[in-house]
């Protein structure tokens, strides 16, 4: 069954402008680890934040935030001050104890300028 | 410090042909972990190696082999190519291959079956 689900396929946002990008997970793991990584259209992965099912603050790094919500199993990547190099394919992923990194299906976002 | 490398970065290939691609992790990282992407796919899990040792497996026929060295470098294989292994194939290390340890990749080996 699939544990990560990221619900828009595509999305746009102006620049300048916060846009906020999908994703829920399940998992009756108590250790568990959360990712988002962007793909742009070179191919390569780039990583851009974690976070981990016991820390209790919101990570952040930059322009990008992650909206951790436990109890509903979300982990919504929030990009603040869009700038049209944000645009990208972008990954939610998760990994539980030592078993493998596991995928979304990804949210394809185009940054209007 | 160097990110993950992957060598070589393109490569073409007929069917029945073998392939085989290089990785080589970030210094100090013990994971290396292998996936491949697809336009239809997507992101699939081929295998991971820790210390050597094949950790995790995705479901993937026996066609495809990996295997890790002692300096963690990780080589993976695929023989008999079909049409349908064309993809962009993706290496990623981490320290320890743990939940809470980050994963990077590196830029992919594009293959394309002829």
């Known amino acids: 069954a699939q544990k990560i689900t990221q619900t828009q396929p595509g999305m746009f946002v102006q620049e300048k402008e916060a846009v906020t990008l999908d994703c829920t997970y399940d998992?009756?793991?108590?250790?568990?680890?959360l990712f988002w990584y962007k793909q742009p259209s070179s191919g390569e992965m780039i990583f851009l934040i974690y976070?981990?099912?016991?820390?209790?603050q919101n990570a952040t790094e930059g322009r990008y935030s992650l909206n951790f919500q436990k109890a509903r199993k979300s982990a919504n990547l929030v990009i603040s001050a869009s700038q049209l190099g944000d645009s990208a394919m972008y990954f939610c992923?998760?990994?539980?104890?030592?078993?493998?990194?596991?995928f979304g299906s990804g949210t394809r976002l185009l940054v209007r300028p | 410090k160097a990110g993950v490398t992957q060598t070589p970065r393109y490569l073409i290939k007929t069917r029945g042909q073998q392939v085989t691609l290089s990785c080589s992790p970030i210094?100090?990282?013990?994971?290396v972990s292998w996936y491949q992407q697809t336009p239809g796919q997507g992101l699939q899990f081929l295998f991971e190696?820790?210390?050597?040792?094949?950790?995790n497996k995705g479901n993937f026929p026996g066609r495809f082999s990996g295997r890790q060295f002692s300096n963690s470098r990780s080589e993976m294989n695929v023989s008999t190519l079909e049409l349908g292994d064309s993809a962009l194939y993706l290496c990623?290390?981490?320290?320890?291959?743990?939940?809470?340890?980050?994963?990077?990749f590196g830029p992919g080996t594009r293959l394309t079956v002829l």
């Open positions: 210094s100090g990282h013990r994971s």
């Open positions: 976070q981990g099912s016991y820390d209790e």
């Open positions: 998992t009756s793991d108590q250790s568990y680890g």
């Open positions: 990623a290390s981490s320290l320890a291959g743990s939940f809470n340890n980050e994963q990077f």
């Open positions: 190696y820790f210390s050597e040792t094949q950790r």
């Open positions: 992923a998760m990994r539980e104890g030592l078993r493998k990194l596991i």
